[in-house]
């Protein structure tokens, strides 16, 4: 598309945008639109569970998440992959694949493979935020081109925008987006917790037993009987 030949050969900031609708918009609504026994199914089964056992650990998925994803805005490794069109292409499948990882984790779709608490999930979203905040702040900060294959055409599209502000406008586009989408997801969740929660009191715990604004009150049943 246009769009795309913006982003490969003139606009660094163009590419900063499709990364990142791409990890934090469009893979997120993809985990939403699976329904959660048909990626139970295909990932669930005797053949992949031990593998996702591995690969789908939450602590791994962190890590490599955010490696990959920093790792990339290297200056030398972009260009590096950039150059060679099957290694990005590999590069970019593996990181598309963590990043469904991580997406099933903070929403949390599908409670038989990632069953954690609505504390860790937001716990999880604010780590990885923190950990994802030097690649915006690198990229406002630094006043050199770092990018080889916008150097040669820079400022061909928009006169104005050199290397340097080009590069300023990603990482600003890129935390934009980013902690956009997890707050988003943050509210959501804790919107569905005090949902849950709400419907949990007043429910009887036993026959004299009963939660009331979150207070644990033991009824008289004996009194009552009478």
């Known amino acids: 598309s246009p769009f795309h030949l913006i982003a490969k050969h003139y606009l660094f900031s163009a590419h900063m945008f499709q990364l990142a609708i791409t990890f934090f918009v469009i893979v997120p609504l993809l985990v939403i639109s699976i329904p959660a026994e048909v990626y139970e199914k295909l990932s669930w089964n005797y053949k992949f569970r031990s593998t996702m056992k591995i690969a789908g650990n939450p602590f791994l998925i962190f890590i490599v998440f955010n490696l990959l994803f920093s790792i990339y805005f290297v200056p030398n490794v972009f260009n590096t992959l950039h150059e060679f069109r099957l290694l990005y292409i590999f590069y970019y499948l593996i990181l598309l694949l963590?990043?469904?990882?991580?997406?099933?984790i903070v929403i949390g779709t599908f409670k038989r493979i990632y069953n954690l608490k609505p504390l860790y999930r937001i716990a999880f979203i604010f780590f990885i935020s923190m950990a994802l905040m030097p690649i915006g702040f690198y990229h406002l900060l630094v006043l050199s081109?770092?990018?080889?294959?916008?150097?040669?055409?820079?400022?061909?599209?928009?006169?104005?925008?050199?290397?340097?502000?080009?590069q300023q406008l990603a990482g600003g586009l890129l935390k934009l987006i980013q902690l956009s989408s997890f707050i988003y997801v943050m509210y959501q969740i804790v919107k569905r917790w005090a949902i849950e929660m709400q419907e949990k009191d007043g429910d009887p715990l036993d026959e004299s037993l009963r939660v009331v604004q979150g207070i644990v009150i033991r009824t008289n049943q004996s009194t009552k009987n009478k």
């Open 98 to 104: 963590y990043a469904f990882f991580m997406w099933t």
């Open 145 to 166: 081109a770092r990018y080889a294959p916008y150097i040669a055409t820079e400022a061909q599209f928009i006169p104005i925008l050199t290397n340097v502000y080009d």
